[in-house]
């Protein structure tokens, strides 16, 4: 059986203009996710870092506001938590 090792998540449509994201749910261990705006979305979300399941570089928050900020995340499936790999942001 294949299962999907990458995927996009974007966020935007119908959310308020500032948000917060600390849990993502689901993954397979090494599926690798990219978190960015839908290409509508005028909004700022902020990535916790590990206040649920998001571990981050530099141990710290990192805030996806404007269309071209790119978040790509791992799944570590050994510790249920999606590490940071690269971000183009902020």
């Known amino acids: 059986m294949l299962l999907p090792l990458l995927a996009n998540l974007?966020?935007?449509g119908g959310a308020p203009t500032a948000t917060s994201l600390d849990t993502i749910n689901?993954?397979?261990?090494?599926?690798?996710l990219t978190v960015k705006l839908d290409?509508?979305?005028s909004i700022s979300v902020t990535l916790k870092?590990?206040?649920g399941n998001l571990l981050l570089d530099g141990s710290a928050?990192?805030?996806i506001d404007?269309?071209?900020d790119r978040v790509?995340?791992?799944y570590d499936g050994d510790i249920s938590k999606?590490?940071?790999i690269i971000g183009n942001n902020a």
């Open 10 to 12: 974007g966020l935007g």
């Open 26 to 32: 689901g993954g397979i261990d090494g599926m690798l």
């Open 39 to 41: 290409s509508s979305a």
């Open 49 to 51: 870092h590990d206040t």
């Open 61 to 63: 928050d990192r805030t």
């Open 66 to 68: 404007a269309q071209g």
């Open 72 to 74: 790509l995340l791992q």
């Open 82 to 84: 999606w590490i940071q």
